[in-house]
């Protein structure tokens, strides 16, 4: 066929060195092995969008479990393979990782054949995927580097900013694309080609949602809670019926849509700050969606979802833990610093980045907030070590007394190690008896 454009520019460009050169030397590896390779998916339609992404995903015409053991012997990484799906992921030292799929087994077999029917095994793989975007492919060996791969008119689309099947029983042969439609329609002003969004209707209307596992329900609505706006992709699942065919409580209304907006709000503040740590988003979306729904729906829920017993109950212990928060905290008219260490150091962040979006007061969040950025990881000026060295002996006391210094020094009633330090002495004297138990030194 007609060599496709090349794209090498946009591989310099877009992927980091370490990954182009990997690329390269995926596709040399390759042909001395005789085989055909290519990146595809979204890593290819997200590198001519100019968007990030470094999941890489190679195709390969050839055994891709063989070839995946020989990249990742060179790279000195982790092979996982899946020889009955002639599959593997490889896990790069430095955490990068790539999935190796087998275009077709049979390929091997065909010595010499025609650069037509080689290609077309590419095609086969292409031609099973669920959007015309996510159809590209870049071929690595050394003579094509580079080639971009257009079978199904997906550089079209993307200049249309339409999401188009490839056929219309893409829905049929697999329902989650509904929600992964919505998704990918959502994302930078996309929108759904007319036929699309007609067999969309169709298939909610005959109940396909129905005939897959829960479970890949859950996934594929985890990814939309991950998104950058889940609030437009439940709206949009909500008008194409998607929501009520799920489960017919989970219905997107005002109260659960206004959860969502303070989940967002609160996640953005968290994202500013910066930190390394992860927090599961989906996860308080999760406890938005289930905020106002009673404990047997939720659990109804969980099934409709495919989720186990235990994962449906930890959704709800969590909720319940946030509802004791918030109880705990509006039964106290003022709040110390140390009062507000005592309730929420046994929550997780999630619990915790959740009750703050349920607060109301500008004072509950500023109490989260400050909790988030320092309080929980607060540190007193003296340690247990310390306490030993003057006398106490690890037993209740020594916690007993460095738990006030905590909360003392949290309050701003003690301000550094001498404060402490005279504090401790104070205490260890009134535990001797060495003087009467009144009010600690003053410091
Ligand atoms: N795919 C599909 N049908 C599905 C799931 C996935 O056809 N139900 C195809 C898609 O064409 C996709 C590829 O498998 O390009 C890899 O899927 P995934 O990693 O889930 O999606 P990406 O396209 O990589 O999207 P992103 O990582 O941006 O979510």
């Given at each position: ?407 003392r020094c949290l309050n701003g009633e003690i301000r550094d190690f001498a404060g402490a330090l005279a504090f401790a002495q104070s205490r260890l ?15």
């Amino acid at each position: 066929g007609v060599p496709g454009k090349s794209v090498r520019y946009l591989l310099r460009e877009r992927m980091p060195e370490n990954i182009y050169e990997l690329l390269k030397k995926a596709g040399e590896l390759a042909e001395t092995m005789g085989f055909h390779l290519f990146l595809v998916g979204g890593i290819v339609r997200d590198m001519v969008m100019r968007v990030n992404n470094l999941d890489v995903d190679l195709v390969v015409e050839g055994d891709g479990v063989v070839f995946a053991r020989v990249l990742g012997n060179a790279f000195g990484a982790k092979v996982s393979p899946h020889e009955k799906y002639k599959t593997a992921v490889i896990r790069l030292p430095g955490g990068v990782r790539i999935d190796v799929a087998t275009a077709r087994l049979e390929y091997y077999r065909m010595p010499g054949a025609f650069p037509e029917v080689e290609e077309s095994n590419l095609k086969l793989d292409l031609s099973r995927r669920d959007f015309t975007i996510n159809t590209m492919a870049v071929a690595l060996n050394p003579q094509r580097f580079g080639e971009l791969i257009d079978y199904f008119g997906a550089q079209r689309d993307i200049r249309e900013k339409k999401i188009r099947v490839l056929h219309s029983l893409s829905f049929v042969e697999d329902p989650s694309r509904i929600l992964r439609a919505v998704r990918f329609e959502k994302r930078r002003g996309f929108s759904l080609g007319k036929q699309t969004i007609s067999l969309v209707s169709s298939a909610v209307h005959a109940g396909f949602l129905r005939n897959i596992p829960g479970r890949r329900i859950f996934h594929e609505m985890r990814q939309i809670l991950q998104e950058e706006d889940p609030i437009r992709c439940m709206d949009r699942l909500r008008e194409l019926k998607v929501l009520e065919a799920i489960h017919p409580d989970l219905i997107f209304d005002e109260p659960m849509r206004e959860a969502f907006h303070a989940v967002r709000e609160t996640l953005l503040w968290f994202r500013l700050l910066y930190t390394r740590e992860k927090v599961r988003v989906w996860f308080l979306y999760f406890l938005a969606m289930t905020e106002s729904m009673d404990p047997q729906t939720v659990v109804a829920l969980g099934d409709a979802f495919g989720l186990r017993r235990e994962d449906a109950e930890i959704l709800l212990s969590s909720r319940e833990k946030v509802r004791e928060i918030m109880r705990r905290m509006a039964s106290l008219p003022d709040i110390l610093p140390s009062q507000a260490v005592d309730i929420l150091e046994k929550a997780s962040l999630e619990e915790i980045l959740y009750a703050m979006s349920r607060s109301k007061s500008a004072s509950f969040k500023k109490i989260f907030s400050t909790y988030v950025t320092t309080w929980r990881n607060y540190r007193p000026p003296i340690s247990g070590r310390d306490l030993l060295a003057i006398g106490f002996s690890g037993n209740r006391e020594l916690g007993a007394c460095l738990k006030e210094i905590r909360d003392r020094c949290l309050n701003g009633e003690i301000r550094d190690f001498a404060g402490a330090l005279a504090f401790a002495q104070s205490r260890l004297a009134e535990t001797r008896g060495e003087r009467s138990p009144g009010e600690p030194p003053r410091v």
